[in-house]
């Protein structure tokens, strides 16, 4: 996005675009910004270091970082040093007066794990949305929180979450998926489907789930479990011990058979004790699934009250009457408003928004 006196034209993404393939927002956001024009500097690397800066001056115009830990962890894991932040710091500042504008997508308010000292992941947090020219964010509650948590209230932009309608194979039928599963037709099929940690609250969701005791219910729950939450994919196990109406998959679910999960189910649960945005809630809406969220972050405002159902968040006896209630009603066309919904936050429309972010400056 080049500038009006600047003959530089290309945008970089920090980390790179390898390093966050894990979810498909950050190649959906490369496709449709490419699609419209702009142009990426290839063979960027994770981190912009002074060397970086200095050398692509005159290439780069659009420094856009999305996760920031990366600048500052050291080989520890886990571990900061402090002297990374306050490398940043410069870097940043640097880049100002070198003519980038940095750009900050705020994806998190509080990254799902946690790392140490907490104090310096808090300040690096707060220099990086100090320093950065522009900050977006997915909803209006991320913003007010940019505002109350931060004082940063200018230069902050919404810009909606992608939809992954197509991105994901979907050429099974409702049927067929749950012969995968082996599970028939009548039964009402409840299902958690993404990473499993504890910030997750899969387990409020197996405590709520057994509240239920309705023998036509289902559970799934379905996700890789990371190496630091072995000890919780034993405990979920554990609470679950003698309700057959629950399946755990803890692997990782290759993208061919994510249809299999999300077209098995009639509802997503999704319990989480701690979030911002969700890609999950977005990738059950795009399979035309209701979705059952906590009242936390932007959640409430993706998930109304025509897609889906709320309950306060670490409530087991909230999600389970949350439960009992979609069980009850047609969630069939809760879910085709889902789907209408997220239809609406296209390729071209992230594409746009993203633009005019870049270009403009709010009031």
């Known amino acids: 996005m080049p500038k009006s006196s600047d003959s530089r034209n290309s945008i970089v993404f920090f980390p790179s675009l390898k390093e966050m393939s894990g ?7 490369v496709d449709a910004l490419q699609k419209a024009g702009v142009a990426f500097l290839s063979g960027s690397p994770d981190i912009f270091t002074l060397k970086w800066l200095f050398q692509n001056r005159n290439l780069v115009n659009i420094l856009h970082i ?7 962890l050291s080989g520890t894991p886990g571990k900061i040093r402090f002297i990374y932040v306050l490398r940043l710091a410069f870097n940043m500042l640097l880049a100002r007066s070198l003519g980038y504008e940095l750009v900050y997508t705020f994806h998190d308010s509080e990254p799902p794990v946690q790392v140490q000292p907490v104090w310096a992941d808090i300040l690096a947090h707060h220099i990086v949305i100090k320093l950065s020219n522009k900050v977006i964010v997915h909803c209006g ?5 940019l505002s109350q948590k931060y004082g940063r209230r200018n230069n902050v932009f919404i810009v909606d979450h992608p939809n992954y309608i197509n991105w994901y194979p979907n050429t099974i039928t409702k049927a067929v998926a749950r012969k995968k599963l082996g599970l028939s037709g009548e039964l009402i099929t409840f299902a958690f489907f993404g990473a499993v940690r504890p910030n ?7 405590q709520a789930f057994r509240k239920t005791q309705d023998r036509k219910f289902r559970l799934i729950i379905a996700g890789q479990v990371s190496k630091s939450s072995d000890s919780y994919s034993q405990h979920l196990q554990e609470i679950a011990r003698g309700d057959d109406r629950i399946s755990f998959y803890f692997r990782q679910i290759p993208d061919d058979e994510v249809q299999v999960f999300m077209k098995s189910a009639d509802i997503v649960v999704l319990p989480f004790s701690k979030i911002l945005t969700s890609g999950s809630a977005i990738l059950a809406m795009s399979f035309g699934r209701p979705v059952i969220v906590p009242k936390l972050g932007c959640l409430p405002e993706l998930v109304g009250v025509d897609v889906g159902w709320q309950f306060e968040p670490g409530n087991p006896d909230s999600l389970a009457n949350a439960m009992q209630s979609a069980a009850i009603s047609d969630f069939c066309q809760f879910g085709q408003r889902a789907y209408d919904k997220i239809s609406l936050f296209s390729q071209e429309h992230l594409a746009a928004q993203t633009i005019q972010a870049y270009l403009n400056h709010s009031e």
């Open 23 to 29: 979810n498909p927002y950050w190649a959906i956001l």
């Open 66 to 72: 999305h996760f920031i830990r990366p600048f500052y």
């Open 141 to 145: 509650v991320a913003e007010q929180l």
């Open 200 to 206: 997750k609250g899969v387990q409020t969701l197996i």
